[in-house]
């Protein structure tokens, strides 16, 4: 029994190199990351499937007590069986590909087991089958994709082959024969097909872990690229942001030219191709007119597709990116390469999150256009509100999760874009629905529940018939933001209540906290000018109240109450519409 162990390591030991090998080809790791699609998923057999087949034809050939190890087995007598590491392959198949795959792979390798004979034959290419459907029912829950313990995977490996064990035993004839072999075979196949599925496993799961690391630097990468265009894409779509914001872009990827536009010519242009791609001329490729005017991501890997009218045009491929703000396209970035297998996966997903990000930035860019033109005075005080400081904190935020937390990361992420979209957007319309204005509270909670976790705690009370009533924006947004800022009180957690209901045909919206209260010298003032102290000017509830009186004329529809040491209670009343009262 023990002069098997090193015969069956040898076995595993070339599924090993062969599993090595694969995963460090890119065409394989891609099918890992996407083995959801059909095409994958046939792949994943065929590549398993091979695994099995060469798993049988390498098997140790077992006569009664003797063990005879050649290279290839074509064919096994009637009365002889071979030891392989076929279940390893079907198990670990499964469980990265799910039922189709788990199926298809057993299919192969146990047919292909029948085939090569002997008084194990049935035996093996049922409990072969058995693996392959169970570990790919199994894939849900313990898939190797899903991050389950290491150890849980390779114990499904091991019962699998126990399970095999049980099968020769029950099936294969006659009985005494096959108790013998599982006598001679059982522990070295469990030990070292165990062993083998530990290895096969750390490999993929490698494949997988680089994935998410490379994302997350992706991401750290893209984060930091637009911190240092920030200042740039700011100043909107000029000649020069644009060269400043190219050159650091041309720097920090990997393309060999970086081009951006506005609607009709080129603002700048920097890396290969500068002899023609010049600035402040018109268009030089169909491919750019193309994304213009669709308003998509579009990629080009070949100079046919990119189209440049300059014959001797070095560049070959290229990813273009619309650039947006307020939902329009207003300009595009390129990134070029003259070599076309440069544009990997990495590079698409770098080069999709630029674009988000730019967008954003040239966003902030029209709000600071619109901020400069618009005449009202208390939209621009609001809007002043908005300090770079809550960017730059929540991008320090979003930068350290990327470490630990790639996911978390991301829907941060999703959180500042809405919370910065719903500023620009409020600051261009004189009401918003309070869903809407709830949407802007939430992406604001998320972030700064992040950075100061268990801190503070939020409860909404909104009856759900009033989530369509308009009201002015910016109007619940910066009343929690004051209780955040200013309510912490060292003895207690601060909770903040939010409260909507329905009363006397108009709607009551009440923001309090149980947190330190206003001074009564304060409490006169703030509300009804702003002030200068250090917690603050008081503009967000002048500007609020201001706003409140302008647009529905009573002074009593905005209140505020506050005790020290107690809290404080904003409360706003909006008259109710005919249409909503009656919805």
């Known amino acids: 029994m023990f002069e098997l162990i090193p015969l069956m390591l040898e076995r595993v030991g070339i599924l090993v190199i062969l599993a090595f090998l694969l995963s460090r080809m890119k065409s394989f790791r891609q099918i890992i990351q996407n083995e959801h699609s059909f095409g994958a998923k046939m792949i994943l057999i065929v590549i398993f499937g091979a695994f099995g087949v ?14 005879m190890s050649q290279s290839w087995h074509f064919n096994v007598a009637s009365n002889n069986a071979i030891a392989n590491t076929r279940i390893m392959g079907v198990a670990i198949g499964g469980l990265i590909g799910g039922p189709i795959v788990g199926l298809g792979v057993g299919l192969i390798a146990g047919l292909h087991r029948l085939t090569l004979g002997g008084f194990t034959a049935y035996a093996c290419a049922i409990s072969t089958i058995v693996a392959g459907v169970v570990t790919g029912l199994l894939r849900q829950k313990f898939g190797i994709q899903k991050n389950k ?10 019962i699998m082959e126990c399970v095999q064990m049980g099968i020769i035993l029950l099936i294969a004839k006659p009985f005494w024969s096959a108790l013998h072999l599982v006598e001679v075979i059982a522990l070295p196949m469990i030990l070292i097909n165990g062993f083998g599925t530990l290895i096969f496993i750390l490999i993929i799961q490698n494949i997988l872990q680089e994935e998410e690391k490379t994302r ?28 400043e914001a190219a050159k650091i872009i041309f720097k920090l990827t990997k393309a060999d030219a970086i ?34 005017k669709e308003g998509n991501i579009i990629i080009a890997t070949s100079k046919d597709e990119i189209q440049c009218f300059h014959m001797d045009c070095p560049l070959s491929a290229a990813i273009v990116l619309p650039l947006k703000a307020l939902n329009k396209t207003v300009g595009s970035l390129k990134l070029y390469y003259t070599d076309s297998n440069k544009l990997d996966k990495v ?44 960017l730059f904190n929540s991008l320090n935020t979003i930068s350290s999760l990327i470490r630990t937390d790639a996911d978390q990361a991301r829907r941060l992420l999703i959180h500042l ?98 947190g330190k209260g206003i001074s009564p010298e304060l409490l006169n003032t ?25 647009i529905y004329g009573e002074k009593e529809y905005f209140q505020i109450k506050s005790d020290l040491n107690t809290g404080t209670k904003v409360s706003i009343r909006i008259p109710l519409m005919k249409e909503v009262m009656e919805g």
């Open 216 to 243: 997350a630097l992706q991401t750290n990468k893209a984060l930091y690229i637009a911190e240092q265009t920030l200042p740039f894409f700011r100043q909107g779509l000029t000649p020069h942001s644009c060269n």
């Open 149 to 158: 313990s290491l150890w849980s995977v390779v114990s499904i490996g091991i």
């Open 417 to 514: 874009s809405t919370f910065f979209r719903n500023n620009l957007q409020g600051a261009r319309q004189t009401l918003v629905t309070l869903e809407k204005e709830l949407e802007h509270v939430e992406a604001y909670l998320t972030i700064e529940q992040t950075r100061f976790p268990s801190k503070f705690h939020v409860e909404f009370q909104i009856e759900p018939h009033l989530k369509m009533v308009q009201i002015p924006p910016f109007t619940l947004q910066p009343l929690i933001e004051n209780s955040i800022r200013h309510a912490f009180s060292k003895e207690k957690i601060l909770k903040v209540t939010v409260q909507a209901y329905e009363f006397n045909n108009d709607m009551i919206l009440i923001t309090e906290d149980n």
């Open 347 to 390: 590079e698409k997903e770098l080069a999709d999150g630029l674009s988000k990000l730019f967008s954003t930035q040239l966003e902030l860019a029209e709000a600071e256009l619109q901020r400069k033109l618009v005449k009202d005075a208390e939209i621009k005080a609001l809007q002043a509100q908005m300090h770079p400081h809550f």
């Open 526 to 550: 703030i509300g009804n000018e702003t002030i200068q102290s250090k917690e603050g000017t008081g503009t967000a509830l002048w500007n609020i109240k201001k706003r409140i009186e302008e």
């Open 54 to 67: 060469i798993s049988n034809y390498t098997g140790v050939h077992i006569y009664h007590e003797s063990i």
């Open 259 to 292: 081009s951006i536009t506005d609607h009709n010519s080129v603002l700048a242009h920097v890396g290969a191709g500068s002899d023609h791609h010049e600035p402040m001329n018109s268009l030089a490729t169909k491919l750019t007119k193309k994304a213009l």
